[in-house]
């Protein structure tokens, strides 16, 4: 099978990959369990120095590195750039805080030396999508890396250029051939990879249909799984907020990557006392983002990265107007080439409509009006996803209530959801499961070991 790259702008390929052959497959593996060896017992110190190095690169290549994603799958080129600067950013971090985050933890028992010790798994499999073809492969593995796993990356199939890209990139670190290999394979071929004796555990961002089908492949293996897979997230507003600011915050956070991104606000829930003003702001800053060449400074929405991708928002929204929501802007391809759909906004969605359950991948918004905070509670978690969910008031109450009842693996209040490597970073119900970044996302991929050291009597 080939896999080609096709630049989502203009309809162009501009790269074609064989896939690994079954042998060059069982090479990588074979590589992979032997580097591990080797990895495992570098210091702490060596492997810092390659993270940084990982992150001088990044640095270095920036401009090429941030074409390479534009061109690949369509964001904006200012905001590829800031991609780049964040795995960066990324590589420091775990360079800087790994012996803190895996530093032995003392147990207090009684005539004893008890302590919890870190040790690497092994070969890790993540498999990963087209949205932030460098972000997500990085904020797996730098933590990963720097605790002494090796890591195999299976990149969606339209970024091929990213995903061999980021194997040279910790290949000219200094890291060693074998501890962060790409695998050129279909999706088809995922199961016998994670069935494979040598891979220790699986993480996969992705859709919740791929999170079902690899989290029952590696569950009949017994093997540890990380799933990061749809949200639908709520961004609540309430009378108390700086309207403003929050009108502003929300298009950006629709916005953001096309609106193809797991963490964008996609549902905006808003008081019924200051939603008419909400409703007209939104419209109005919505209808002035410039949609055209991602490559343009001035352009704040490209194109979608795939035609299929196209094809079902478009199909979502055509739905859920005929099924009684109401058409407030967009709703439409645009009259040129690439795959580019206008900024679109709906309201009075009814609970029939595709949109009101359904993750919509693109820069659709979804407006509702709440009468009091149960209310908004009650339909921010009407949802089989819990990801991320925004809240504006300064209300201290209201956010009380709002961090306790909202179903979601993170509450940013008076601020828009974001990753970074400091925060843990994961969702609950039908968005998955474990955590990325921060401590607790460096640990899901360590044996967390008791030891208990007993002293003989002198």
Same mark, same amino acid.
Request: hydrophobic share 45%; net charge neutral; charged share 25%.
């Given at each position: 099978?080939?896999?080609?790259?096709?630049?989502?702008?203009?309809?162009?390929?501009? &790269?074609?990959?064989?896939?690994?052959?079954?042998?060059?497959?069982?090479?990588?593996?074979?590589?992979?369990?032997?580097?591990?060896?080797?990895?495992?017992?570098?210091?702490?110190?060596?492997?810092?120095?390659?993270?940084?190095?990982?992150?001088? *690169?990044?640095?270095?290549?920036?401009?090429?590195?941030?074409?390479?994603?534009?061109?690949?799958?369509?964001?904006?080129?200012?905001?590829?750039?800031?991609?780049?600067?964040?795995?960066?950013?990324?590589?420091?971090?775990?360079?800087?805080?790994?012996?803190?985050? *895996?530093?032995?933890?003392?147990?207090?028992?009684?005539?004893?030396?008890?302590?919890?010790?870190? *040790?690497?798994?092994?070969?890790?499999?993540?498999?990963?999508?087209?949205?932030?073809?460098?972000?997500?492969?990085?904020?797996?593995?730098?933590?990963?890396?720097?605790?002494?796993?090796?890591?195999?990356?299976?990149?969606?199939?339209?970024?091929?250029?990213?995903?061999?890209?980021?194997?040279?990139?910790?290949?000219?670190?200094?890291?060693?051939? &074998?501890?962060?290999?790409?695998?050129?394979?279909?999706?088809?071929?995922?199961?016998?990879?994670?069935?494979?004796?040598?891979?220790?555990?699986?993480?996969?961002?992705?859709?919740?249909?791929?999170?079902?089908?690899?989290?029952?492949?590696?569950?009949?293996?017994?093997?540890?799984?990380?799933?990061?897979?749809?949200?639908?997230?709520?961004?609540?507003?309430?009378?108390?907020?700086?309207?403003?600011?929050?009108?502003?915050?929300?298009?950006?956070?629709?916005?953001?990557?096309? &609106?193809?991104?797991?963490?964008?606000?996609?549902?905006?829930?808003?008081?019924?006392?200051?939603?008419?003003?909400?409703?007209?702001?939104?419209?109005?800053?919505?209808?002035?983002?410039?949609?055209?060449?991602?490559?343009?400074?001035?352009?704040?929405? &490209?194109?979608?990265?795939?035609?299929?991708?196209?094809?079902?928002?478009?199909?979502?929204?055509? +739905?859920?107007?005929?099924?009684?929501?109401?058409?407030?802007?967009?709703?439409?391809?645009?009259?040129?080439?690439?795959?580019?759909?206008?900024?679109?906004?709906?309201?009075?969605?009814?609970?029939?409509?595709?949109?009101?359950?359904?993750?919509?991948?693109?820069?659709?918004?979804?407006?509702?009006?709440?009468?009091?905070?149960?209310?908004?509670?009650?339909?921010?978690?009407?949802?089989?996803?819990?990801?991320?969910?925004?809240?504006?008031?300064?209300?201290?109450?209201?956010? +009380?209530?709002?961090?306790?009842?909202?179903?979601?693996? +993170?509450?940013?209040?008076?601020?828009?959801?974001?990753?970074?490597?400091?925060?843990?970073?994961?969702?609950?119900?039908?968005?998955?499961?474990?955590?990325?970044?921060?401590? *607790?996302?460096?640990?899901?991929?360590?044996?967390?070991?008791?030891?208990?050291?007993?002293?003989?009597?002198?």
């Amino acid at each position: 099978m080939t896999i080609i790259s096709k630049n989502p702008t203009t309809g162009e390929t501009i &790269g074609r990959f064989e896939e690994n052959t079954p042998a060059e497959v069982e090479q990588k593996l074979a590589t992979a369990a032997s580097a591990f060896q080797h990895h495992r017992r570098s210091t702490l110190l060596e492997r810092a120095e390659r993270m940084h190095r990982v992150a001088e *690169l990044l640095r270095a290549g920036r401009p090429r590195l941030a074409r390479m994603m534009t061109e690949e799958m369509g964001k904006t080129l200012k905001s590829a750039g800031a991609e780049v600067e964040k795995c960066a950013s990324c590589c420091e971090h775990y360079a800087q805080h790994t012996g803190h985050y *895996l530093q032995d933890r003392p147990l207090h028992i009684d005539g004893v030396r008890a302590y919890v010790h870190h *040790l690497p798994l092994g070969a890790l499999l993540a498999v990963m999508p087209w949205n932030f073809p460098f972000w997500q492969v990085i904020r797996f593995a730098a933590p990963a890396l720097m605790a002494g796993n090796v890591a195999l990356l299976k990149h969606a199939s339209n970024v091929p250029r990213c995903a061999l890209s980021l194997e040279e990139l910790f290949r000219s670190a200094g890291f060693e051939p &074998g501890v962060f290999q790409t695998l050129l394979i279909g999706s088809r071929r995922v199961a016998s990879v994670i069935e494979d004796d040598r891979v220790a555990a699986v993480t996969l961002t992705g859709s919740e249909a791929a999170g079902v089908e690899v989290a029952g492949l590696a569950g009949r293996k017994l093997k540890k799984t990380v799933l990061e897979l749809g949200g639908s997230d709520p961004f609540i507003v309430m009378p108390s907020a700086d309207l403003d600011a929050a009108v502003e915050a929300a298009v950006a956070a629709r916005h953001i990557n096309n &609106g193809q991104s797991c963490i964008a606000a996609k549902r905006f829930i808003v008081h019924h006392t200051i939603y008419a003003d909400f409703e007209r702001r939104f419209v109005e800053r919505v209808a002035a983002l410039r949609v055209g060449d991602p490559t343009l400074e001035e352009t704040d929405v &490209g194109p979608l990265a795939t035609e299929a991708g196209l094809q079902e928002v478009a199909t979502q929204v055509q +739905q859920s107007v005929a099924a009684g929501a109401r058409l407030l802007l967009g709703g439409k391809r645009l009259a040129r080439p690439g795959n580019f759909y206008a900024p679109t906004v709906l309201s009075e969605i009814p609970d029939r409509a595709p949109v009101y359950r359904d993750e919509v991948f693109g820069p659709v918004s979804l407006l509702f009006a709440a009468q009091d905070i149960e209310a908004a509670i009650a339909l921010a978690n009407d949802s089989p996803f819990g990801l991320g969910s925004s809240v504006w008031t300064r209300d201290a109450d209201e956010q +009380q209530r709002f961090i306790d009842d909202l179903e979601a693996g +993170q509450t940013f209040v008076n601020a828009m959801v974001a990753s970074d490597p400091r925060v843990p970073f994961g969702g609950i119900k039908r968005s998955g499961h474990g955590r990325e970044l921060g401590g *607790l996302g460096m640990r899901e991929f360590v044996n967390a070991k008791s030891v208990v050291v007993r002293y003989p009597e002198a």
